[in-house]
T-cell receptor, first 112, second 111 residues
Framework: SQTIHQWPATLVQPVGSPLSLECTVE??????LYWYRQAAGRGLQLLFYSVGIGQISSEVPQNLSASRPQDRQFILSSKKLLLSDSGFYLC???????????FGEGSRLTVL | GENVEQHPSTLSVQEGDSAVIKCTYS??????FPWYKQELGKGPQLIID?????GEKKDQRIAVTLNKTAKHFSLHITETQPEDSAVYFC??????????FGKGTTLSVSS
């Protein structure tokens, strides 16, 4: 069966520090991978999605970036965090763009 | 691009009552409409979905209806129970694109 792992689960970082959130999927190949952010009162905002290694689509301009170094690995990064980057970050995968989206357990980021 | 509006943002019901959450979407090309349930501190999970060639779908106490002409779809939960308390998200997409979500509805079921 397929599983998705996301870490760290919680993170407290100072403003201006770097960020790296990791996500891996097991039990499937060539999944579509997604990063969503959930901020209070703003629902689930699509940040990035990837249909293959090295292929990243950005949905929202910001100081975050994403990379897909391996087929089942998706990384969310920032060089310098802002207060507004605080939120609950969710990684997800689907088999192609037509099927169900499966979410990880999320990473709660607090920027102080 | 697609824009999904969801109402209400909060909903409180008594156990046993029905709950209805409504969403509208903007892109007439959208053809897939799932609903997700998110419990506190966890990732959302799919509870029911509907495609554009179907008007209604039921799964036990939950049902989803779709009106393509009006571009809206709704989630209906009957005989609500305390464990139904969670945040519910609707979403929409067309083929070849990513899911776009509404802002969520916090449902509270009191016993």
């Amino acid at each position: 069966s397929q599983t998705i792992h996301q870490w760290p689960a919680t993170l407290v970082q100072p403003v201006g520090s770097p960020l790296s959130l990791e996500c891996t999927v097991e039990g499937t190949s060539n999944p579509n991978l997604y990063w969503y952010r959930q901020a209070a009162g703003r629902g689930l905002q699509l940040l990035f999605y990837s249909v293959g290694i090295g292929q990243i689509s950005s949905e929202v301009p910001q100081n975050l970036s994403a990379s897909r170094p391996q087929d089942r690995q998706f990384i969310l990064s920032s060089k310098k965090l802002l207060l507004s980057d605080s939120g609950f970050y969710l990684c997800a995968w689907s088999q192609g763009h037509t099927g169900e989206l499966f979410f990880g357990e999320g990473s709660r980021l607090t920027v102080l | 691009g697609e824009n999904v509006e969801q109402h209400p943002s909060t909903l409180s019901v008594q156990e046993g009552d029905s709950a209805v959450i409504k969403c509208t979407y903007s892109d007439s090309a959208s053809n897939y409409f799932p609903w997700y349930k998110q419990e506190l501190g966890k990732g959302p999970q799919l509870i029911i979905d509907i495609r554009s060639n179907v008007g209604e779908k039921k799964d036990q106490r939950i049902a989803v209806t779709l009106n393509k002409t009006a571009k809206h779809f709704s989630l209906h939960i009957t005989e609500t129970q305390p464990e139904d308390s969670a945040v519910y998200f609707c979403a929409a997409k067309e083929a070849g694109t990513a899911l776009i979500f509404g802002k969520g509805t916090t449902l509270s079921v009191s016993s």
